[in-house]
């Protein structure tokens, strides 16, 4: 039991640590691109092909790898209203249950979405119109994204389930 | 019609049940897609069509640089600087809010980006003065609005684009309203703050406020060199919003480790950690917004619609309050930019055939998808903003009812009925006669 | 995707997303969709789509899957590097050259339906936009020597970026959608790859110089969709061919008309407009220096086929 809960753990903290990386390799990446092109255009008076191509594709990484990171943090943008009218944490408790429940439907929706559309650009070896990369590069980020969200919306809906409604994000518990 | 009913009577009530916006959203497109019969195939490649645009980097960016000026000291002196001219004045710091999102607009094509930057900055300060929380983001969210009001904007470079309009005489369409609104929300600010504890500078002799203002002008000197910076370098011709965006944060760093030596690498890391969920969050909404938008296109519903509106009375007045119906409509279902287009293909024509002057209907589209970005249910800015304010939708929505309804709304029934608080920059600069 | 329930009724979708109503695109589909309606007495009806649709390289691929069924639209080399062939510089120059390699009996037409066919698109027609230049602000510039110095906007697309480097200019890429903010705060001072009709939509009151260098005619398509076009019975098939093929027949004259209204246009509104067509000399050493950069486009088309273009137009082939 223990053993799975470790190997669980080190799963957890590498899935983490692998967006994070992702993040900020994005981010870093984008800027000295853009950097690049501020510079060869004035002070060098030459144009770069494809920078922007290539920041904006990667851009795709960023986006989605932030998506799940704030999944997996609990952050998602809300406009919930019910804890202004519901008073009862059981009826309470049911409600998110049931918010996180149909997340983890959506996200299964979009992973499926994504998994058809990464299957047909590589059917038709769709690549970027400058770079000439392979487009998928920056479609998969949508799958492994959605899957990730999958994923963290069912730990949220089975945290839901045994701890009650007020689950304090991760990012809290870790302190 | 029906369907589009209920997709959207979906939305609001996942909303408000706790179900992310986001998510939300996303069952919506699952239901239109299922009520349509539309294949997946149709839905995720526009959203990836629009996510690899270059211009949605400016986003992150400059969430990624008001997080930095927070969190390393940038931005404390900044508003220092300005509240020792200001910080006698009741309400000031709010006042300073809504004029930080108008400059802001100055160098950001969109709303986010303003919201972003200024949301970050200020809202914290704000709360640290007494303003209530929950206002503090409200007024934001709403007068983020100016980030594209004030040019550049990139809606109206869609609007000139499709319409073959000058895009400088669209730009300058929509300054008149937003000044107007820059006035209005100063003194709803006023009104709204009176009954929060704010925290005002204490009375001084007219020197001592001069030496305030001197040193912390020199204290702030490094973050005031920010956005000269950023202005310098786009209306300098060097580089591109987004180019400036990105390249600022090559600033920002440094600045922080070394000269105030309030960032470290760890928080660093966070910084971008933390800009780049922020982003997520808010991409992952426009993702099914999109979505949602192609779908009722593809349908023709919007068509629909205007015909429905247009169909009502011959009277110019009436047809013109049903197009601002019809805009405050798209705006609360679209996004603003697939709101652009679509609301300029489709009205453009009959609004010429009623003699509207193509610059003053820009400016109407402007502030009327401008408020549409923060009129529930899609009002991607206002759920950004308390994400940003990390405050719940009941403590700023109310706030941020007053200030469309009262501050907004009058706006766009001014822009609408008074041509000239439009047309009169455009004229004075020769885009139209 | 067209539905063939009852009595052999056919829904379908067709649409132009670059330029809105009214517009002689916009027209044209329209005309298409309303002249097969009437001869099928309401059996094929259509839903037609603008600008509010997609962008046009997204209506490529919707096109190609199936979700639009025709499409008048520029062609979208993300799925088909051979669509390059179409952005190499000077073909051809005058209104009477782009009739004989892209009108309907055009030496192009063969390769042009052979592409499409691999993409799972029929090829229907080629719809000639015109031909392009650059417009510019500081300075009006028709030599190398004149263009020294001068940074503009060319469309990301190595042949373009080539063929103005070449011509003197200092290509700078920039998002589309930024491309007014960046002649207007100076980071470019112009762009190229539009002709007088794009010019005078986008920049007429950025730019003061229009230079009509005629590097390339620009090419777009009538295409449908594979599948939609076997479901088709074959009357069918025929019928919408023939309205097409009209439709692009027309627009041949209909593209000079255009751009020569434009350019008026454009000089009524205080453009200064040169026409390199008006100095043969400066024509002749700008399509000299163009065309060096087809061996580019031999990589990236196939030198098989930018060999047949060769030989149509007499270069001589190494
Ligand atoms: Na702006
Ligand atoms: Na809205």
């Known amino acids: ?132 990369l392979p487009t998928v590069i920056f479609q998969l980020p949508i799958l492994i994204g959605a899957f990730l969200m999958v994923v963290y919306f069912l730990r949220e809906f089975i945290d839901i389930l045994r701890r009650g409604p007020q689950v304090s994000p991760v990012s809290e518990q870790e302190g | 019609m029906t369907d589009l009913a209920i997709g959207l009577g979906l939305l609001v009530i996942l909303m408000v049940n706790g179900v992310p916006v986001a998510m939300a959203f996303g069952a919506m497109a699952l239901y239109l897609a299922t009520a349509f019969d539309m294949g997946s195939a149709v839905l995720i490649p526009t959203a990836f069509y629009q996510l690899k645009s ?28 300005v509240n020792s001219m200001v910080g006698r004045i009741r309400g000031g710091l709010g006042a300073v809010a809504v004029v930080a999102c108008a400059m802001f607009g100055s160098i950001g094509g969109s709303c986010s980006s303003a919201v972003a930057a200024i949301g970050t900055i200020m809202i914290p300060r704000m709360e640290e003065n007494g303003y209530d929380r929950g206002y503090a983001t409200a007024l934001v969210a709403c007068a983020s609005i100016l980030g594209q ?147 009722m296109t593809m349908e023709q519903l919007p068509q629909e619609m205007a015909a429905w509106i247009l169909s009502i009375s011959d009277d110019k007045m009436v047809i013109l309050l049903m197009v601002n119906v019809f805009l405050l409509g798209i705006g609360m279902i679209m996004d603003d930019i697939s709101g652009t287009i679509l609301a300029a293909s489709l009205l453009f024509p009959v609004m010429k055939k009623l003699g509207i002057h193509p610059l003053h209907f820009a400016a109407m589209l402007g502030v009327n998808l401008g408020l549409g970005n923060v009129t529930p249910p899609t009002a991607p800015i206002l759920y950004l903003a308390g994400r940003i304010g ?7 929505l109310k706030p ?31 885009f139209a006669h | 995707a067209p539905g063939q329930a009852q009595a052999g009724k056919v829904k379908l979708k067709i649409a132009q997303t670059v330029f809105p109503a009214p517009s002689a695109h916009m027209d044209s589909v329209k005309r298409i969709a309303d002249k097969v309606t009437k001869a099928t007495d309401g059996r094929i009806t259509f839903k037609v789509y603008g600008p509010e649709l997609a962008d046009w390289a997204e209506l490529n691929e919707m096109v190609m899957r199936g979700d639009i069924d025709i499409m008048l639209s520029p062609l979208s080399p993300s799925y088909d590097p051979r669509w390059n062939a179409l952005y190499a510089p000077y073909i051809v120059t005058t209104y009477k050259e782009a009739k004989d390699a892209f009108g309907p009996d055009g030496f192009m037409n063969p390769m042009l339906k052979e592409w499409a066919d691999d993409t799972n698109m029929i090829w229907l027609g080629a719809w000639l936009q015109g031909f392009t230049g650059v417009s510019l602000s500081e300075r009006p510039a028709a030599t190398v020597e004149e263009a020294k110095g001068i940074k503009i906007r060319t469309t990301p697309i190595a042949a373009y970026e080539c063929c103005w480097s070449k011509l003197g200019f200092t290509p700078s890429l920039i998002p589309y959608s930024e491309v007014p903010t960046a002649i207007s705060t100076g980071v470019v001072d112009g762009q190229a790859g539009g002709g007088p009709f794009q010019t005078y939509s986008c920049c007429r009151d950025l730019n003061k110089y229009f230079m009509f260098y005629r590097d390339s005619v620009e090419v777009w398509a009538y295409a449908m969709n594979k599948d939609a076009w076997n479901k088709l019975d074959a009357k069918d098939r025929e019928l919408i061919a023939k309205v097409v093929a009209e439709e692009a027949q027309a627009r041949i004259a209909g593209a000079e008309k255009e751009d020569m209204e434009y350019m008026k246009k454009l000089t009524d509104y205080g453009l200064t407009v040169v026409d390199l067509a008006d100095h043969p000399k400066k024509l002749a050493m700008a399509k000299q220096r163009g065309r060096s950069c087809w061996k580019k486009l031999d990589e990236i088309v196939g030198k098989v086929w930018m060999d047949k273009i060769r030989k149509s137009v007499n270069m001589p082939i190494e």
């Open chain 2, 149 to 295: 009001l004030i040019p550049p904007s990139v809606s109206m470079i869609l609007f000139a684009l499709i319409t073959y309009q000058s895009i400088p005489g669209c730009w300058l369409a929509t300054v008149g309203p937003a000044f107007l609104t820059i006035i209005i929300f100063c003194i709803f600010n006023y009104f709204m703050t009176r009954k929060m504890p704010l925290k005002l500078l204490p009375k001084a002799s007219l020197s001592e406020q001069l030496k305030g203002v001197a040193t912390s002008t020199v204290k702030a000197s490094w973050a005031l060199a920010l956005p000269m910076i950023i202005l310098g370098g786009i209306y300098g011709g060097i580089a591109t919003p987004t180019e400036s965006a990105c390249v600022s944060v090559l600033y920002v760093i440094p600045v922080s480790m070394f000269v105030y030596k309030s960032l470290t690498m760890k928080g660093l890391g966070k910084a971008f950690v933390s800009a780049a969920t922020t982003t997520g969050v808010l991409v992952i909404m426009l993702f099914f917004v999109m979505i949602n938008t192609r779908i």
């Open chain 1, 1 to 132: 039991m223990s053993a799975s809960v470790n190997i669980l753990n080190k799963v957890d903290r590498f899935l983490a640590g692998s967006m994070k990386t992702i993040i900020i390799a994005v981010i870093v990446m984008a800027t000295f691109t853009m950097f690049l092109q501020v510079i060869s255009r004035y002070v060098f008076q030459v144009a770069i092909s494809g920078l922007d191509e290539l920041a904006g594709h990667t851009a795709v990484w960023l986006y989605l790898m932030g998506a799940a990171y704030g999944t997996y943090e609990r952050t998602h943008i809300k406009a919930d209203m019910m804890h202004l009218f519901v008073k009862s944490p059981r009826v309470l408790q049911v409600i998110r249950a049931a918010a996180a429940a149909v997340s983890v439907v959506i996200s299964c929706y979009m992973t499926t979405w994504a998994f058809g559309y990464i299957k047909w650009s590589i059917l038709k070896h769709e690549v970027t119109p400058t770079l000439r």
């Open chain 2, 390 to 396: 990390g405050v719940r939708i009941e403590s700023y």
């Open chain 2, 400 to 430: 941020a009812l007053i200030l469309m309804v009262g501050g907004l709304l009058p706006v766009v029934l001014a822009t609408t009925y008074w041509a000239d608080l439009s047309l009169f920059l455009p004229r004075l600069f020769g």
């Open chain 2, 54 to 81: 270059v211009v949605l980097l400016t986003i992150p960016f400059f969430i990624l640089i008001g997080t930095l000026m927070s969190s390393g000291g940038l931005a404390v002196r900044l508003i220092d600087f």
